[in-house]
């Protein structure tokens, strides 16, 4: 049998407030509100990472495209010094002087800020700080949304 004094012990740890239903809900409540900053942090650093990673495919396509252009794969326009007219011809491809078609990328990727697949674009004869596009070739992309990244750099800039 126990003695008085382990049950008085029992009795308030089980009827301490932590443990009421109320206390209870109180400290779900603080850790709710700590966890909501890291899973908006969490939610912000995976859309950097498609945003980097959908740059850096239609870049890579871009200079897969100009690679071949130099190397006389395909024909293209004096003016646009071998760079793609615009993105949907990475997608749709080129013909090849063999006749094969030669595609450098799958689709055009959503960009993750906007939800959307208008990216901005660049041509090699606009001035780099311009936001609108002469349409003579693609030479860059950037995405439109006028967002800060963790890092404070504006989207746009990377």
Same mark, same amino acid.
């Given at each position: ?6 049950? =008085?012990?029992?009795?308030?740890v089980?009827?301490?407030?932590f ?6 809900s109180?400290?779900l409540?603080?850790a709710?509100l700590m =966890?909501?900053?890291? =899973? ?16 850096w $495919? ?6 897969r ?17 071998g ?5 949907e ?22 960009d ?5 697949? $208008?990216w901005?674009?660049?041509s090699m004869?606009d001035?780099?700080?311009s936001d609108?596009?002469?349409?003579q ?6 995405t439109?949304?006028?967002? $800060? ?10």
């Amino acid at each position: 049998m126990l003695s008085p004094a382990p049950l =008085a012990e029992i009795r308030t740890v089980i009827f301490c407030p932590f443990l009421s239903r109320e206390g209870f809900s109180e400290r779900l409540d603080h850790a709710t509100l700590m =966890a909501l900053p890291l =899973a908006r942090v969490t939610i912000q650093r995976e859309k950097e990472k498609e945003l980097r990673r959908g740059l850096w $495919e239609m870049r890579d396509a871009i200079d897969r495209y100009k690679e071949q252009a130099e190397r006389g794969a395909f024909q293209t326009k004096v003016d646009t010094y071998g760079y793609p007219p615009d993105l949907e011809t990475l997608v749709k491809g080129v013909e090849s002087q063999g006749g094969k078609k030669i595609r450098f990328l799958p689709s055009i990727p959503v960009d993750p800020m906007s939800k959307s697949k $208008e990216w901005g674009l660049r041509s090699m004869q606009d001035d780099p700080d311009s936001d609108s596009w002469g349409g003579q070739n693609v030479f860059d992309v950037y995405t439109k949304s006028q967002g $800060e990244g963790l890092d404070g750099t504006k989207y746009k800039d990377w």
